[in-house]
């Protein structure tokens, strides 16, 4: 990607959202790789909850352990109140004022976010960008097949689209309408390249 940037005096705030499959992860990794490049001097913050829960699935014991183990491939949602513990201490340890943040997997519900938005004033985030990688249900099936995890079943499948319609894209309108919020909704369908591409314009880095 051959694109001339300059980095921001203000740092970054990027909400990534859209249904599995849709390259929420990948992007934010191009994203970091991009901020590092033009912003060497600044701490990055990347904050992704999926990845938290499979971590602590993996490394911890105990009943809060075990049941996520139990749930984790299922597509049950976990509760709100674990993933905000999950991604508060990950906040805690990683994030000041001057940092860049990227953030996946949550806020998955309007009361996340309202919660969320108690971690932006301690930190003195006013504005923040939310990428919406707005991606058709028969394309994600496709990817999720297509990359056959193990988390990956049917029915797994059809339960986190259901909660992704019922819980998350209210999340999209909470953002469309929250003060001092760059909403970037990008087509999810593009090439991995293209989209990055987008989302550095949309951000101001060309």
């Known amino acids: 990607m051959n694109l001339v940037s300059q980095p921001h005096k203000a740092p970054e705030t990027v909400i990534f959202i859209g249904p ?4 929420k992860g990948t992007q934010i990794e191009r994203l970091d790789a991009h901020l590092r490049s033009v912003d060497p001097a600044r701490k990055i913050a990347d904050i992704q909850s ?12 105990g009943y809060t ?3 996520i183990r139990e749930t984790l491939n299922t597509g049950i949602l976990q509760p709100l109140f674990l993933s905000v513990a999950l991604w508060g201490t990950e906040m805690v340890h990683m994030v000041d004022p001057n940092s860049h943040v990227l953030i996946d997997g ?8 309202i919660v969320l938005e108690t971690a932006f004033e301690f930190y003195k985030r006013e504005n923040i960008s939310v990428v919406f990688l707005d991606t058709p249900e028969e394309v994600v099936r496709q990817r999720m097949v297509a ?3 193990e988390d990956d079943t049917a029915d797994s499948i059809e339960e986190r ?5 019922e819980k998350t894209l209210p999340v999209v309108e909470y953002y469309r309408d ?8 990008i087509d999810g369908t593009k090439t991995v ?10 951000l101001g880095y060309v």
């Open 193 to 202: 390249d293209e989209v990055s591409a987008e989302i550095i314009r949309a």
């Open 20 to 23: 599995q499959g849709s390259g």
């Open 161 to 165: 689209l259901s909660w992704y319609r």
């Open 50 to 61: 999926g990845r938290k829960f499979r971590a602590f699935a993996a490394d911890e014991e």
């Open 147 to 149: 990359r056959a995890r």
């Open 65 to 67: 352990a075990d049941h």
């Open 178 to 185: 929250r003060p001092h919020t760059n909403l970037i909704t």
């Open 106 to 113: 949550f806020p998955r519900a309007v009361p996340e976010a």
